[in-house]
T-cell receptor, first 122, second 107 residues
Framework: EVQLLESGGDLVQPGGSLRLSCAAS????????MSWVRQAPGKGLEWVSG????????YYPDSVKGRFTVSRDNSKSTLYLQVNSLRAEDTAVYYC????????WGPGFDDWGQGTLVTVSS | DIQMTQSPSSVSASVGDRVTITCRAS??????LAWYQQKPGKAPKLLIY???SLQSGVPSRFSGSGSGTDFTLTIGSLQPEDFATYYC?????????FGGGTKVGIK
């Protein structure tokens, strides 16, 4: 059974930083690209990063590029998201998500963690 | 960026009703579209991938169709557990983008 367990969410002041983690089990972690998707309170889903199985290529939307960094440690089956220069609008539940396919981003995400809450407020 | 527009944003329906949700992409995305169901306080759940393929374990009353820019999610006979919010997502190009969501409520 696939399990994805996020941690690291917290209350942080504007301009602060956090590192989110997602511990994976139940599948060959290094074979799958992974992503982070966030959801602000009462709002829809927003994709905020993606990383290939090897970790060699990363992707970001413009809204977080330069502030967020996704990485992975395949030896520990763990995905990370370093979030810097946090703003109030970054307040959200952050989910890690596993790609359905080992070879394409096309089919979407078939497994999701339970999410970790990041609150940016003074 | 590819914009994904869902309609309606909300719908009220009764158990047993047929419900149709549409998703339109701002440019062609082939069949690289997924549909998710999300219940309050829970993570999204994949229902349909590659526009029309039913994810394992998902009831057959859910179906997806379309290609290019216009896509549809249909719930054939609405069940009590189907009251939730539904999102489409394109994976044709980065950045990956989601539709704004459609909330299916009880009439």
């Amino acid at each position: 059974e696939v399990q994805l367990l996020e941690s690291g969410g917290d209350l942080v002041q504007p301009g602060g930083s956090l590192r989110l983690s997602c511990a994976a089990s139940g599948f060959t972690f290094s074979s799958y690209a992974m992503s982070w998707v966030r959801q602000a309170p009462g709002k829809g889903l927003e994709w905020v990063s993606g990383i290939t199985g090897s970790g060699g290529t990363t992707y970001y939307p413009d809204s977080v590029k330069g502030r967020f960094t996704v990485s992975r440690d395949n030896s520990k089956s763990t995905l990370y998201l370093q979030v810097n220069s946090l703003r109030a609008e970054d307040t959200a539940v952050y989910y890690c998500a596993k790609l359905y396919s080992t070879s394409s981003w096309g089919p979407g995400f078939d497994d999701w963690g339970q999410g970790t809450l990041v609150t940016v407020s003074s | 960026d590819i914009q994904m527009t869902q309609s309606p944003s909300s719908v009220s329906a009764s158990v047993g009703d047929r419900v149709t949700i549409t998703c339109r992409a701002s440019q062609g995305i082939g069949s690289w579209l997924a549909w998710y169901q999300q219940k309050p306080g829970k993570a999204p759940k994949l229902l349909i991938y590659s526009a029309s393929s039913l994810q394992s374990g998902v009831p057959s009353r859910f179906s997806g169709s379309g290609s290019g820019t216009d896509f549809t999610l249909t719930i054939g006979s609405l069940q009590p557990e189907d009251f939730a919010t539904y999102y489409c997502q394109q994976a044709d190009s980065f950045p990956l983008t989601f539709g704004g969501g459609t909330k299916v409520g009880i009439k």
